[in-house]
């Protein structure tokens, strides 16, 4: 059983406690004004929002930045099938009861972007527009992702990889420092382009983990960074953020008869050399988001907020701008 934290995330506002949907979320919220909802990816934390926060603060945003159900000090809680995307939705949207915010803007990144993207779609009312980081907007397949994978790709492609509970805890648990060393480092020079790698570079540990050094680089983040995630997930252990990939299936059941469109206002913001979500994933997601705005972060990986972020808070301040919002 892993240890409940006790220690801040530094160069954060301090949390709130903000009971939603049956449990208590660890809220990191600052400023006033437009409603800007920050939702994290795997395996990052609140903590990944750092930079973006006082820049948003400072154009004239009120800030919502939760640790997500699974992570960090909001931790695990309930069922592996409450880790399923409608009820994550559920989470967000009592988040912003909870605060009294009618409606906002919603930021994600990795799977908080798949997130953004199902509470642009299912709960549009309560948003004023989206800007996914790295994830597109996805069609429901006739097939769920996970047997696509298996079928195309093999056991070892991390995301069929994680469905065995246990397996990918094993792996990342191992040795966390060297997970976060390995994992959340800038795309070596010689990656070019995605369409340049062989599949096999899409296989665990080699891609996941930084083993294969034609697709890693140097790590994007300080000693002090890395040691935050380090420290937070020797606590907390990877089962929380492993859940949502456990759950992919489960979505597929549940979008069966859902409309697959995005009416409100957005912004996709893809990164040049990410492996895991590469540009051409967003290739005709105008046929489904139809007030989509593009834009293209070059020379960055997988981790778009952490390794440009000084880009990343242009496009997105300039885009609220133009849309009258700020």
Known sequence: MHSELTFPYPE????????SNGMVFSTH????GLPVLLLHGFPELAYSWRHQIQPLVDAGCQVIV???RGYGH?????????????NLACDVVGLLDALGIAQCVVIGHDFGGALAWTLARDHAKRFLGVVAL???????????LIDTLRKYRGESNYMVY???PGQGEALLEANVYATFAGMMCRPNALMR?????PEALQSLPASLLGQDKRIQGVSFLTEQELSVYVKTYEKTGFTGGLNWYRNLARNWQDTQGVADRVELPALM????????????????IERYVPLIQRALIRDCGHWTQQERPEEVNALIITWLRERLWL
């Open 134 to 144: 790295n994830t597109p907007y996805t069609r429901r397949t006739e097939d769920h």
């Open 66 to 68: 939760p640790d997500l």
């Open 12 to 19: 954060m506002p301090a949390a709130q406690a903000i009971v």
């Open 74 to 86: 909001t931790g695990l809680h309930g069922s592996l099938s409450d880790y399923r995307m409608h």
């Open 162 to 164: 994680f469905q065995k």
């Open 29 to 32: 919220c600052a400023g006033s």
């Open 193 to 197: 382009d995605f369409s340049q790698a």
């Open 269 to 284: 913001v893809c990164a040049e050399h990410d492996i895991f979500l590469p540009p051409a994933t967003a290739e005709g």
